[in-house]
């Protein structure tokens, strides 16, 4: 549960760092990113698709040549150095539990070959079909639309790389290693969907459009307390 807060303290603070370029930014992006890896290790794909984001975009590679992102590293050391520590001493019991999890049901030969297919697609679908409530509940939505959205270059690959990316790197990471994945880890990749959503179709938000909106969501709400 504190991966999803900590997650989306990650996005806002990363973006605040690279647009104002402010120590304070950068302080609280290295102490979120710290916690979210003491919370679990899974926020490794976070961090790694914000570093790729940050060598692709021109306006955060920019970063690279001044301190205040290493700062962020080294705070977010801090507050992971004692847990590193704590593995160190129990012969990285966490780390080798999580790898026997992504190992389970592994096959081999032509069947192992099979499963880098299957297995991601199995997850994809999974996530997919979590999505689904959130995509009917934006129809109303997605109608009618106004003028696009006026964002920058850096704008609209931090929405595309931190609302797709944790996804691609967890099935590219099956595909490659033919781990099992578990539906349930996804649970923090997709804080920034809504968002993404409304950026790509720009709706035009009505009375009409609204009051769709929200029947939508009693009947939802119901829908789960019934069920």
Known sequence: VLMLPLWAAIAYFYYQAIVTNQMSSWFWLGISAGLAMV???????LLLVLFILTIVNPKAR?????????FALMMMFIILLP????LYHHQFDAILYATNELQQNKQVGFWGFISRITEPLRFLGEQLGNLAPLFLLF???????????????FEKDFLFFLTLGPLFMTLLFSMI??????SRWSFPFFSLVGIYLIYQFNPKIEDKTLNKFFTLIAVFNLALILG
């Open 62 to 70: 920019k970063n690279f040549q001044h301190p205040k992102p290493y």
């Open 83 to 86: 847990n590193l520590i704590w």
């Open 39 to 45: 919370t679990k290790y899974e926020s490794a794909i």
């Open 139 to 153: 129809l109303p939505l997605a109608k009618k639309k106004q003028t696009p959205n006026d964002l920058s270059k």
């Open 177 to 182: 290693t033919q781990s099992h994945l578990v």
